[in-house]
């Protein structure tokens, strides 16, 4: 982190440690120790926040994987293969439909919450507004076609659960909104204080639904937790953090430009491709394997997709402090050298264990999604510059760098998915995302101009 925490201990003007006996001893020792406290606390303020932030949605998303993984370990005990793929399945209709309904508006509120000031408020409110009823919309939609659109999903179809189901997903955006609300206001503490929560939630949930014998336990579970989450965190985004940051003064560097339809519009086509190219892989699993290979699919996805947050937390971190700062953007060379040192530690250890954490789940999906999960791990390492390249780019407004990187992922990976899952089953998907990955990177290191931002001139010496 750049402490030097051998500076800290000293005493508090700055002198050398006092030696002394019998009483004085005792005093000087707590003295010490006070200003050890004080020093440490100091040295957490000074903290980059560029690294903070980004280590506190790590944080957020490493909770996430670990309950995660509990859960889906509970559950595949719990229920069947069969059960676990279409509810899985299911999960990752209302994650993608959310997406889609929600406009994107998470990553603009990133962007743009930093440096809103007193209009902070009403930007907030107008998007949960309108993310909220086009998902809804989108919703209702689904699961009046759900028959045709996804036979697998055909439970959803009914006026109980299919109800259920529009009002989570139009919770799941808000759920998505306000974590980048807490993001762009700095509060990446509470994004992984509500997600800890959710994801306790959602294993407590589970076995209650799974002693009364619900077949569709582990999609409730999840609709559940959602609203407790969401009734949480928002009491105190709206009655403590936005009128905090709205009262606090901008920094004289920050980008202040307003949001504009133009940039909504083009960041909404690539996150959609990237929704697109991350939640639709396991319902192509369903409709063209079955639900069993789906549920081993599914599994096998989750250490990567806990890599891939990592890079999308810390790119995050990057836009919120440029647009406070704009002479922070080229501070991509420090998120890159750090997330690639960690990284490239996590993919080894992921390829070491996961042979034996797969038989958490059962024998059948260690034997069955070992090396999809191996190839998917891998794909993280050229993940770290895409993702990174598109953060520069929101930060920067350069959104055909960012509607291009994106759309050519997704058109890479759901392609070759369609392509090889004929032939080497969920392997298969996981070859998909490694080839593409590698493809889309190999491009942004040829054509660097692209997105590489202007150096900052140096005032003469």
Known sequence: MGIKWANLIRAEDGSPPVVSTGASASTAAKHSLRSRSRALVAAAARYDPLLRNGHLLTLSSALTALFGALYWALGAHWYTPDEVGRNS??????????GVGQLNLANAMVRFVPSAGPRTGRLVGRAYLVAAAVTLLLAAGFVALVPHLSPGLDFLHTWSLGLWFVLATGGYAIFNLQDGVLTGLRRADWVALENGLFSVEKIGLLAVFAAVGTASGILVSW?????????????FVFARALPRHERAAPQPAADTSGLTLGYVAADYVGAMCWLAAVNLPPVIVLNRLGAA????????????L???AFSVNMGYSLIVESARDVTRLEDYRRVLRHAGRVLALAVVAVLAVSPWALRLFGPAYAQHGLVALWLLTL????NLLNTTVVALSRARRRMRVVVGVLAGLALLVLGLTELLLPV???TGAGA????GQSLVAAVLL????????????????
Request: glycine share 4%.
């Open 446 to 461: 040829w054509r660097r101009d692209w997105w590489l931002p202007a150096p900052t001139p140096r005032p003469p010496t």
């Open 379 to 382: 794909s993280a390492l050229p």
């Open 432 to 435: 998909a995302w490694l080839i």
């Open 424 to 426: 080497l089953g969920i």
């Open 306 to 308: 806990a890599l891939y």
């Open 223 to 235: 609709m559940v937790g959602l609203a407790l989450s969401l009734v949480l965190t928002n009491l």
């Open 89 to 98: 399945a299911a999960v990752s209709a209302m994650m993608f439909l959310g």
């Open 293 to 304: 290979d789906s549920a081993y699919f599914a599994l096998a996805w989750l250490v990567p």
